[in-house]
């Protein structure tokens, strides 16, 4: 295995009239308004330790992980965008928690504020290596945005004292967590600081779990708690190895997956990348929605069975699709195919960006894939059709803000001397190689429109590979280089095109991916979605709106013959192109009042108009819909 | 107001092929089996008074209901059947009864064992009213069958108390059931006793709901219980004569709304008959699957909004089903309008009888219009797709018992002179006019046969109307007298065909009733069948099972312009007509294995078979699906 290296983000400067708006609101507003709901719902209170036994509003278990990816959003910006009050108030914050650490390196608030005694009992439930986890992202996180190393040494205590705590040897505890991150998190921490004890003991975890006699089982018989559960949930059924489809909480999957990845390819272990790819393909191939929306249902927020992706009922917790990009990035990186790329890239265009309102100040925790007012009576809170400000357990707001602060990690890849672009963002990246520096920037509008221009400055020419994405949903991609077509076939490996030559200053590569307005179907076992097709255009999938196309976009019917036109709307949500063509519905003034009668009703003509997924909801409550029903019977 | 007197089970002798099985299993398998279950769970055991404090298995709060509804049941069986086994065991489970009443009447083994000082504190949760309503029903039914009046004698003195402790008078409680049902046993009570105090209470009860401010709350304070409740899911959120949709749990609503049209024919009240009107309105044309079946979500057993009638996650509670029986009876009757006796009738060859298995030891208590064993996972048991032997919250299996027990009341209505045939049964009543008596006789296979004779038996010619209900499903029905065409137009009103004159002996009767194959569909505000359409023929909705029609049904597509036949298997499912036609599916052997492609899959050539709703899940277990999808481009 000789994985790509992430190029990070404190190398990438992003200029993109898609994202850096995005980039900008998150920083401008997201951030802010989420500070403020910590501040006010407790969660940075809780690092002072004054809470006291019968006083309201104790500290939860999840709270410390909600701060933790706030502040690792904080440095995620920092990088891109110094801010000397933003830094002021992450180092008070990084300041309680410093404060807060037990003697023995113990951090967590609830625990020390609720029941001291209880430390690492209930792994299964408790959240506390899950907390454990995300203080150590941001914690690498902000040592790499600031230079300031106290947040990082404070979490490598806490990882010293679960690396007594848990491990092999005798007197240590065998288990591994019912939330997974920390795994993921402690190869982090060991790639900041080399210490391969981290190595290991994320390995640990990784190997112990689904072990038998079940930890799970054991720890609950010393509790007394007599409760069965569902391994399946915690991904803990059976040793990971042996693991062959995506279960249980789709947020702890991809969580344990991406950390799976990490390690096989930290430790070159062939049979933990081999049940990682098995995995994916779980995923990919039976279990996502066209969205990259993964967890089809509220009810755990978890995997369901393969092709089981019902719609309005769909959870798709946005947390999930940040999972999935988590894991889709470890796998690109280690198998340096763009199947994976196509898949985040998927995930983050719709599934993921839709979790926030373009204002950044609103968000959806599920994301059906159909919504209707009607539905809303039997909906849990997640799942209103309106967003929402904040939620109780307020996960996903937090997530989506770090995912989005740290884009510049994912668009490209570095492997000796071979330079990946996997995503087409307009950017630049300032690389060495052995003759010196080189920027290579692309200039695009992806992805509205279907050319990247890829320049290249550097002082002396130099000689190395230039890797360009060939996205899997694009059918006929040309390249050109210095004006000239560039034969893709011999080139191409993996859905990659590699141009190796001695690069000179302002060589020039030209990538052209037409986008056609494709109508997708699903595989014919996805039974929510027969008769149904989707539009995608480019990495886009689109939606219809009531405030666009009246009520009732059920009955709407899309001939396959219909001609469907793309075009720019400037001053429509931020900028998007949208989608119309002619479709057909029921003449609805002909029908009686009956609510079933013998069929009679005619088709009328209808037009449509089709907006991004990935903006919905940003304006009125109403009706959506991304599965369209198909109208074979229908003309031009 | 002049409504029809329904025909007491006790006048009617069935002997038909479509439901003398039905009846024959009901009293041979299920009822003994019911009791086996009742006794076994301690149902029955619980009216000896000896459960203590401590002990397991305290006697729940329905438990009464459940007993109370097998006594019923096993009343009809014994009035169509005398069975001296049958009838000694529920003497002595009267006898039990008998003995557990208290000094003042009262009557609940919940409430005399586990907590006697909180009789009456909650009304809203506690179901007292509700079991004591169906006491009083099983009373009424068994005087009737057996002329034995002690469990009469011990129901009359219950609802003295009942209406000792209720009332307008000061020092009564001004409260109403949460769960409605003593309203309509009130009345059947009031009818079997003269006794007019009961109709008063029954209306007491009716006024009262909803009032202002509100009695739940009222009692809550008491209680010191600070919870809010949704006063809709009680239909108590307005009083019932501004009640204008169908709302809440469905079955507490159907038995409301029964009792409140007993009521009113009995008061001759108008205002509560036009509310009663406008909420069989909202039922019949917004709330109502094709099925008969009512309640759309298991999240409340209840109603949620116009045209929301999701259909793999539709709960259509088998005793919904069962309480839209009683409601459209008692609208028939007021009315003699055939749309109620269409309602009735869809419900009760569908909905309801789809509640027990072929062999009366299976039941289904939610009755979805599509299952699909991978949504079995989250699914509550309830709703599980293979048929159970009982149900903690057993309310079903018994309630269907007394319906199929007492089918007899539905088929025949007299109203004076006039004798009204609502159902195509094969059946003999013999009624009394002032020239002596008369036997009516049907002779039918319906629902599978589309004629039905009716012979006229009397000693000397008596001038009396015969109403032959002209189904609402049948778009061309024709009626041959002594062989013999009569015109319809003159005679047929509100949906019955009215003959009337001097009947001999051997007249006869001939109606035929074409029963074509109709596709249809539902209102197009229907989301979840919009692009699929039903069949059905005659009064029998149909389905397809995987056992006959393979696996992903709903990826088959039926053209409008495909020919659909119907025959008859006498060997399948204990004699149905099955219906066939040629059909499209994808072709899944040229998906590749993406789980999304653009689109390209053909569609190949396939068959259905379709065979009634009401017989599904008899065999193996796997998917069902009412709703087929249209394929508006296929051949014939």
């Known amino acids: 295995m000789s994985p790509l290296r992430a190029i990070t983000l404190s190398e990438v400067a992003i200029h993109d009239s898609f994202w850096s708006p995005r980039i900008d609101v998150n920083r401008e507003f997201t951030l802010p308004i989420e500070y403020e709901q ?8 809780a690092w002072k330790l004054r809470w006291k036994k019968g006083q309201p509003n104790p500290p939860h278990p999840f709270w410390d992980s909600d701060l933790a990816k706030w502040l690792e959003s904080v440095a995620y910006s920092l990088m891109t965008r110094p801010d000397k009050r933003l830094e002021r108030r992450a180092d008070q914050v990084i300041e309680l928690i410093h404060r807060a650490q037990q003697a023995d390196g113990y951090l967590n608030t609830h625990f020390i504020q609720v029941r001291l005694q209880e430390r690492w009992t209930n792994l299964r439930d408790d959240h506390e290596l899950y907390c454990a986890g995300h203080l150590m992202e941001a914690a690498v996180a902000y040592q790499q945005a600031t230079g300031k190393t106290r947040f990082l040494e404070v979490l490598c205590r806490y990882a010293d004292h679960i690396d007594k705590v848990f491990g092999p040897r005798k007197g240590q505890l065998k288990g591994y967590p019912g939330h997974e991150e920390i795994e993921l998190a402690l190869v982090k921490l060991f790639r900041a600081t080399q210490e391969e004890r981290y190595l290991d003991l994320a390995r640990f975890f990784i190997d112990e779990r689904g072990g038998s006699p079940h930890y799970f089982d054991q720890e609950a018989r010393k509790r007394g708690d007599p409760r069965k559960v ?53 995923i990919e191939l039976k279990r996502m929605y066209i ?104 996960c996903c707001p937090p997530n989506i803000a770090r995912l989005i602060a740290s884009l510049g990690n994912y668009i490209y890849g570095r492997k000796g001397k071979e330079l990946y ?10 690389q060495t190689f052995p003759g010196g520096p080189v920027r290579i920037r692309q200039t695009t509008q992806y992805p509205w429109k279907e ?36 034969a893709l076939n011999p080139i191409t490996g993996k859905g990659y095109a590699k141009i190796h030559r001695r690069w000179k200053n302002g060589d020039r590569v030209k990538l052209f991916f037409p986008m056609p307005v494709e109508r997708v179907e699903s595989h014919p076992l996805v039974r929510h979605n027969a008769g149904r097709i989707a539009l995608q255009r480019g990495p886009i999938v689109y939606c219809l709106e009531e405030e666009d196309n ?14 469907i036109t793309a075009s720019f709307k400037k001053d ?32 009328i003509p209808a037009r449509i108009l089709a907006i991004p997924y990935a903006v919905r909801a940003n304006r009125s409550v109403g009706e959506m819909i991304v599965w369209i029903q198909e109208d074979p019977g229908g003309k031009k």
Chains 1, 2 share one sequence.
Not at 294 to 323: K, M, Q, V, W
Not at 421 to 430: A, T
Request: aromatic share 10%.
């Open 38 to 45: 910590l501040k006010k719902t407790g969660r940075i209170d």
């Open 550 to 563: 009246g009520k009732n976009l059920y009955d709407l019917r899309l001939a396959r013959a219909s001609r």
């Open 451 to 486: 050319s990247v221009v890829v320049d290249i400055a550097t002082e002396t020419p130099q000689s190395f590979t230039l890797a360009f994405r060939l996205p899997g949903w694009c059918r006929n991609p040309k390249i050109r280089l210095n004006g000239k077509s560039v």
């Open 572 to 603: 429509l949500l931020g900028g998007i192109v949208v989608l119309r063509a002619k479709a057909r519905r029921r003449d609805l003034s002909t029908w009686k009042n009956d609510l079933y009668q013998v069929q009679s009703t005619k088709l």
């Open 230 to 282: 569902e391994y399946s949930y915690y991904q803990a059924h059976s040793p990971v190895r042996e693991q062959k489809d995506a279960v249980g909480h789709a947020v702890r999957a991809c969580y344990l997956y991406a950390g799976m990845a990490d390690v096989a390819m930290e430790t070159e272990d062939p049979s933990l990348m081999k049940a990682c790819k098995m995995l994916w393909n779980s």
């Open 421 to 430: 672009l996997h995503l087409y963002v307009g950017s630049s990246v300032l």
């Open 291 to 394: 969205t990259g929306g993964i967890g089809s249902t509220h009810h755990g927020e978890r995997f369901t069975e393969d092709y089981d992706l019902p719609n309005e009922e769909a959870y798709a917790e946005t947390c999930a699709s940040i999972a999935l990009v988590f894991f889709a990035h470890r796998m690109l990186q280690a198998e340096k195919d763009s199947k994976y790329a196509d898949v985040l890239e998927r995930a983050l265009y719709n599934g993921v960006i839709t979790g926030v309102s373009l204002d950044g100040k609103g968000f959806f925790y599920g994301n059906p894939l159909a919504a209707h007012p009607s539905a809303k009576g039997i909906l849990p809170h997640v799942l209103q059709p309106q967003r929402q400000p904040w939620f109780g357990c307020a």
